[in-house]
């Protein structure tokens, strides 16, 4: 009955403005019920249709009380003028929260902005409040209006408990972080009169407010007392206590501290339940990059898969971000590049879905860098544009981009400006207390740069400086990496033991890549000293670990220092099976068992984006149109060998 009605009704010009917004941001209302400009004759609105008699009220109505598609409901409702309908707020509120569990969150605003209007002015706290966290990610200002407004009307602490964090969470995206730590230490405040009930939840907002304010400069000398405060309000709670860890563990990173401690810290933090909130997912997130800064790559792998394995079932997106950094940071640091890149982008997507979140910076550094060692370059200037300097500028996450964007220059030959990327990036690290060279090695880098500018004693200082700190820190990566830009900086005979040692320790940590370009290094210095035999064997050996990396420019430089040596690298494979990366391959083999794009991205925890791109990139390389030929030629190359890396003929 509902799709044969024809609409000869002039819709006013608000209600046209309504639906015309709807068409671009949520479900489309019925086909035949068009919202259309007026042409001469056509019979205007009356008021009969402010009172229920008009056709997309009626519809709605019609549709509602035959349990029809929400959104098809609220499509129409969206067209109808308010007139303090309680069934209309009712409908609209409903089509919200389906729009929300589908991922549609403009719809759901939009929903709940129309509902608003359809209640009186009084009286209207909770759906203020629904509104507000609907908005909070993506319109963090309007989030704000309306939950203050909201806790105007929420009396009681235990009914405010749900509009706090969120109002709180949308203030310090705004740059608003002092006004968010008074309502998180007030709210705390009053949950604790309410009695022993809600001590998890005061808890909860104390951690919360520390966590904001680890993102304050001038909050930081105060961080000591924060902690100690909170850990008098954690000993009763298991969960309390890890969270402390967490806190305790990011902080130690960048002072004198014992790394057998910090890691103690950081482990004990990580539990593999998925996180209650975004609060409690943050804190876990600051003990697996602690974790990972103190060289416990298998242990943090490890708290990843128990993770993923308790979360695969549920739609958690706290867990999901937490996720795809780890996985990222772990990938990068094993030079696992193309799985590297996979979760790196899928981080930066989460983070960015969340306006103003301060980890965009961090990953899109952690993606920066990926392209750079995999050859695309040219991804990197619209990488950078979406990490806004007016927005992230002052937080301790933009070092991590101003060093990744120091090695954009330094792959363009802007030496300069790598170096005033890294000289302002040391002098952040050192501000926030985060001086550590596990965290970022700025120091090896401005030393390279400044001996490529011709001061090699500046050079020098910089890279025995951070020497000095990685044996204070002592883990094998770091330290294998400080060592290979002091013996790059000593040249000579001098420079050999160094970078024999860099080698050494990069082998025993695991880090391919940078294992890779120690051997690179240290074959120069090999080369140099008269031992061009021995130059060749470590070179090559560096080339065939760069290629298993995926590592493009440094396979480049490891080839053309072969040549230098008066050997004859052998090509790589640039079609076939053998030239499919690790992911193409998983990819692949997931396609040819006949897995969906869909039920691919959820088992190797990527984008669907991701999987697409791989199979294109696969399809190119293996010479075919279409995933029904993959399985003759995957099992006619089993087993697969070394991968891209593989040296051909």
């Known amino acids: 009955m509902i799709g044969h009605i024809v609409l000869r009704v002039r819709a006013a010009p608000r209600r046209q403005t309504r639906c015309l917004a709807h068409r671009r941001s949520g479900p489309q209302p019925y086909p035949a019920l068009p919202c259309r400009p007026t042409t001469h004759g056509d019979p205007i609105n009356t008021p009969a249709s402010h009172d229920g008699s008009g056709p997309h009220y009626r519809a709605a109505r019609i549709l509602h009380d035959q349990d029809g598609p929400l959104e098809e409901v609220a499509g129409h409702l969206l067209a109808t003028e308010p007139a303090g309908r309680a069934w209309v707020a009712g409908a609209l509120r409903a089509a919200a929260r389906l729009a929300a569990a589908r991922g549609d969150a403009e719809a759901a605003v939009t929903y709940l902005r129309r509902a608003l209007e359809e209640l009186p002015a009084a009286g209207r706290g909770v759906l203020l409040a629904e509104l507000g966290r609907a908005e909070a990610p993506a319109h963090p200002a309007a989030a704000v209006r309306h939950l203050c407004a909201a806790l105007d009307e929420l009396t009681t602490p235990v009914a405010r408990l749900d509009v706090v964090p969120v109002l709180a969470d949308a203030l310090a995206r705004g740059q608003r972080g002092c006004q968010a730590g008074e309502l998180l230490e007030r709210e705390a405040r009053l949950l604790a009169t309410t009695g022993p009930s809600c001590d998890d939840a005061s808890f909860g907002l104390r951690l919360q407010r520390v966590l904001i304010e680890l993102d304050d400069l001038e909050k930081r000398p105060w961080m000591t007392d924060r902690l100690a405060e909170l850990t008098a309000d954690a000993d009763r709670d298991p969960g309390h206590r890890r969270a402390v860890r967490a806190v305790r563990a990011a902080l130690a990173v960048g002072r004198p501290a014992d790394r057998a401690a910090v890691?103690?810290?950081?482990?004990?933090?990580?539990?593999?339940?998925?996180?209650?909130?975004?609060?409690?997912?943050?804190?876990?997130?600051?003990?697996?990059?602690?974790?990972?800064?103190?060289?416990?790559?298998?242990?943090?792998?490890?708290?990843?898969?128990?993770?993923?394995?308790?979360?695969?079932?549920?739609?958690?997106?706290?867990?999901?971000?937490?996720?795809?950094?780890?996985?990222?940071?772990?990938?990068?640091?094993?030079?696992?590049?193309?799985?590297?890149?996979?979760?790196?982008?899928?981080?930066?997507?989460?983070?960015?879905?969340?306006?103003?979140?301060?980890?965009?910076?961090?990953?899109?550094?952690?993606?920066?860098?990926?392209?750079?060692?995999?050859?695309?370059?040219?991804?990197?200037?619209?990488?950078?544009?979406?990490?806004?300097?007016?927005?992230?500028?002052?937080?301790?996450?933009?070092?991590?981009?101003?060093?990744?964007?120091?090695?954009?220059?330094?792959?363009?030959?802007?030496?300069?400006?790598?170096?005033?990327?890294?000289?302002?990036?040391?002098?952040?690290?050192?501000?926030?207390?985060?001086?550590?060279?596990?965290?970022?090695?700025?120091?090896?880098?401005?030393?390279?740069?400044?001996?490529?500018?011709?001061?090699?004693?500046?050079?020098?200082?910089?890279?025995?400086?951070?020497?000095?700190?990685?044996?204070?820190?002592?883990?094998?990566?770091?330290?294998?990496?400080?060592?290979?830009?002091?013996?790059?900086?000593?040249?000579?005979?001098?420079?050999?033991?160094?970078?024999?040692?860099?080698?050494?320790?990069?082998?025993?940590?695991?880090?391919?890549?940078?294992?890779?370009?120690?051997?690179?290094?240290?074959?120069?210095?090999?080369?140099?000293?008269?031992?061009?035999?021995?130059?060749?064997?470590?070179?090559?050996?560096?080339?065939?670990?760069?290629?298993?990396?995926?590592?493009?420019?440094?396979?480049?430089?490891?080839?053309?220092?072969?040549?230098?040596?008066?050997?004859?690298?052998?090509?790589?494979?640039?079609?076939?099976?053998?030239?499919?990366?690790?992911?193409?391959?998983?990819?692949?083999?997931?396609?040819?068992?006949?897995?969906?794009?869909?039920?691919?991205?959820?088992?190797?925890?990527?984008?669907?984006?991701?999987?697409?791109?791989?199979?294109?990139?696969?399809?190119?390389?293996?010479?075919?149109?279409?995933?029904?030929?993959?399985?003759?030629?995957?099992?006619?190359?089993?087993?697969?060998?070394?991968?891209?890396?593989?040296?051909?003929?």
């Open 263 to 649: 890691a103690e810290d950081a482990r004990d933090a990580l539990d593999p339940s998925p996180p209650r909130d975004d609060t409690s997912a943050a804190a876990t997130g600051l003990a697996v990059l602690a974790l990972l800064w103190c060289d416990r790559p298998a242990e943090t792998t490890d708290f990843l898969d128990r993770l993923a394995e308790r979360t695969q079932w549920h739609d958690c997106a706290p867990a999901r971000t937490l996720l795809a950094m780890g996985r990222c940071e772990v990938a990068y640091r094993a030079g696992r590049l193309q799985p590297a890149l996979d979760a790196g982008r899928h981080w930066l997507d989460l983070a960015s879905a969340v306006r103003g979140n301060a980890m965009v910076p961090l990953a899109a550094a952690g993606v920066l860098r990926v392209l750079l060692e995999t050859g695309r370059r040219e991804e990197a200037p619209a990488l950078l544009l979406g990490a806004d300097p007016e927005r992230y500028g002052t937080s301790w996450q933009w070092a991590h981009l101003l060093e990744a964007r120091a090695r954009l220059r330094l792959a363009h030959g802007d030496l300069p400006g790598a170096l005033e990327d890294l000289l302002e990036c040391g002098r952040r690290q050192i501000a926030w207390q985060r001086d550590n060279p596990a965290v970022l090695v700025w120091r090896s880098l401005a030393a390279v740069t400044h001996l490529a500018l011709g001061s090699p004693g500046q050079a020098a200082r910089l890279a025995h400086q951070e020497h000095e700190q990685a044996q204070d820190w002592g883990a094998p990566r770091t330290l294998g990496v400080s060592l290979r830009a002091v013996g790059m900086t000593a040249r000579g005979r001098q420079g050999l033991k160094p970078l024999e040692d860099s080698v050494g320790l990069l082998e025993e940590a695991g880090a391919t890549l940078e294992l890779a370009r120690s051997l690179v290094e240290y074959a120069t210095v090999r080369c140099e000293a008269g031992h061009a035999r021995l130059a060749r064997e470590l070179a090559l050996r560096g080339l065939v670990l760069a290629r298993q990396c995926g590592a493009v420019d440094l396979a480049a430089l490891a080839r053309e220092r072969l040549r230098t040596f008066g050997a004859r690298p052998r090509r790589t494979h640039e079609a076939g099976v053998q030239a499919l990366t690790d992911s193409e391959r998983r990819v692949a083999l997931l396609a040819a068992r006949g897995h969906t794009n869909r039920e691919i991205a959820d088992t190797l925890f990527i984008t669907r984006r991701t999987v697409e791109n791989h199979l294109t990139s696969g399809f190119r390389k293996l010479g075919i149109s279409g995933r029904r030929e993959l399985g003759p030629l995957l099992d006619a190359a089993a087993p697969l060998g070394d991968g891209p890396g593989a040296e051909g003929s």
